[in-house]
């Protein structure tokens, strides 16, 4: 991996997509211990999972990463805080009393 290059790996993982009441997600593990640094790019491969309401869906798939070079990964740490910012929501009001 250099200064400005990526590289592509492909890995197994485990895809479980729940689709219930108490939880609504998606999480994604990489069943040989593979770890996703800021930048990383990953894209499962295969159709798309669909669970139906009530149920929980578990897919092993292959997933393929496009690594980060050194300058996006070093961008993304210097600005990923920035972002994180803009999911954040403030309130500044004053508290009512009746």
Do not use: Q
């Not at 770890?35 to 499962?44: A, L, S």
């Not at 798309?48 to 980060?68: K, L, N, Q, S």
């Amino acid at each position: 991996m250099g200064l400005l290059t990526k590289d592509v790996e492909r890995h197994p993982c485990t895809v479980e997509i729940s689709h219930r009441f108490e939880s609504l997600h998606a999480h994604l593990k990489f069943n040989d211990g593979t770890v996703v640094h800021p930048g990383d790019e990953v894209i499962v491969n295969g159709p798309e999972i669909m669970a139906p309401y009530g149920e929980v869906v578990t897919e092993d798939r292959i997933a393929t990463i496009f690594r980060a070079s050194r300058l996006e990964r070093l961008w993304t740490r210097m600005t990923g805080d920035f972002e994180f910012m803009e999911l954040c929501e403030f309130s500044f009001s004053e508290e009512v009393t009746l």
